[in-house]
């Protein structure tokens, strides 16, 4: 398995393997209207999608985001967000998401990023688990609710001070 930047041909695939994936953990049942905006995250260019993938068969993938005026947790240029993290179901339990997310890590100090925060919704445990192993913590001031009854949990990982 390797994480690399998805190529130009590969995100109908993301968008599959994103749907697939919040599917299988019932993470749209809230909200299925949010499948369409999370297939086209980062169609548009902005920010950078990785995906981890073994052959043509791709795993799972995870997004960079940084600061911009679309930005939902991160408040400054110093600041940047985690996105559209999904692991397929047959992938699971491989150790692909903590690839993805020290994947992420590694981008956001490259870009001299000092604070990389994400939003999970309280049913990604598994998710929360990568994310505390990898020294992300709880910021509840950040919490927020994009809709009634979808409430999300806020992470941060100081990456500078």
């Known amino acids: 398995m390797i994480v690399r930047r998805m190529l130009p041909d ?3 695939a993301v968008s599959d393997l994103r749907e697939i994936a919040y599917r299988a953990d019932r993470l749209l049942d809230a909200s299925p209207t949010y499948a369409e905006a999370l297939r086209l995250l980062g169609a548009d260019g902005h920010g950078e999608v990785l995906v981890a993938a073994d ?3 791709l795993l799972g993938t995870i997004m960079f985001a940084p600061w911009s005026d679309r930005s939902e947790l991160a408040r400054g240029a110093d600041e940047a967000e985690v996105r559209a993290f999904a692991v397929g179901p047959q992938a699971r339990g491989r150790g692909v998401g903590r690839a993805l997310v020290n ?3 590694d981008r956001a100090r490259q870009e001299g990023v000092s604070r990389l925060l994400l939003s999970t919704q309280p049913a990604m445990v598994s998710a929360q688990y990568v994310y505390r192993a990898r020294g992300f913590h709880r ?5 927020w609710s994009p809709l009634p009854g979808v409430d999300l949990l806020a992470y941060e990982l100081v990456l500078k001070d």
């Open 10 to 12: 590969e995100m109908t």
């Open 55 to 57: 052959g043509d068969q």
């Open 103 to 105: 994947a992420i890590v």
């Open 139 to 143: 910021v509840p001031e950040r919490d």
